[in-house]
């Protein structure tokens, strides 16, 4: 499995999106290209070259920072599925709370439905092999959580708690923005001599871009948010949230 992250409006709403390639058949998506002018010269250089076959559009939700730029990457790229919640734009597949997909023969992928920052939120754990990752979009963060948009501080316990707590913990995290900087500044002044904050916090000021260096094992030692939710207060407690 190889992943490539696409910054998207650096310095702005800093997002993300990623391509996930199967190694052995180059079949790929990519997941939340929202700015087609910074995601799909990528992807055109990539076919070009003959290192991927796109083979769909996944989105996280439907926000317009994430599903926004469906409609002209389908223009750009011909032939391609949207896979997505209900309400993502132009989404032609919408897979049930831990049903699997594969992308090519290696990776398969297990769509996790996280209600709450908006109700149709789905996370995607992806395996192959050894390899794992997850793909949270505004539900997850290094360090914090997305807002409580279209839900309530138990559905974001349980999407922490419950359904993303329980996957591996050598699980790579790939959250939908760069929000790590600030997540920590607010974990070391609650908490400074947590080492596993501590050890967040030199990620953050070494690495200008953190998704796949953090994993679930390690959001579980210094991640806050968790606790936050279930005292629904995230909206003040300083951790960013989207």
């Known amino acids: 499995m190889h992943i490539q992250s696409i910054p998207m ?4 709403g800093n ?3 990623y391509l996930v390639r199967d190694d052995k058949t180059k079949d790929a998506v990519i997941i939340d290209p929202a700015n087609p002018p910074e995601v799909a010269p990528v992807l055109k250089d990539q076919i070009k070259s003959g290192n991927i076959n796109l083979k769909a559009i996944v989105n996280t939700h439907h926000h317009w920072d994430h599903a926004g730029g469906n409609d002209t990457m389908l223009k750009e790229f011909s032939g391609v599925k949207v896979i997505g919640g209900n309400n993502c734009a132009k989404v032609t597949e ?10 090519g023969e290696n990776i398969t992928v297990t769509a996790l439905h996280t209600p709450c920052h908006t109700q149709d939120s ?3 754990f992806m ?3 050894s390899d794992r990752a997850v793909f949270t979009g505004d539900t997850l963060f290094i360090g914090g959580c997305g807002r409580f948009f279209e839900g ?3 559905e974001m316990y349980i999407a922490l708690n419950s359904i993303l707590a329980s996957l591996p913990d050598d699980t790579k995290v790939y959250p939908g923005h760069e929000y790590t900087k600030s997540n920590v500044k607010f974990l070391v002044s609650v908490d400074p001599d947590s080492q596993a904050i501590q050890e967040l916090d030199a990620l953050s000021q070494k690495e200008k871009e953190t998704p796949g260096l953090s ?3 390690a959001e ?3 991640d806050m948010s968790a606790q936050y939710a279930s005292n629904a207060n995230l909206g003040s407690s300083g951790i960013t949230c989207l």
């Open 9 to 12: 409006w650096v310095g702005k």
């Open 220 to 222: 579980k030692a210094s």
């Open 215 to 217: 994993t679930m094992g």
């Open 15 to 17: 997002n993300y999106a």
């Open 94 to 103: 919408t897979p049930k709370h831990n049903t699997n997909f594969k992308i």
């Open 122 to 124: 789905i996370c995607y």
């Open 127 to 129: 395996e192959d092999g």
């Open 152 to 154: 309530n501080a138990e």
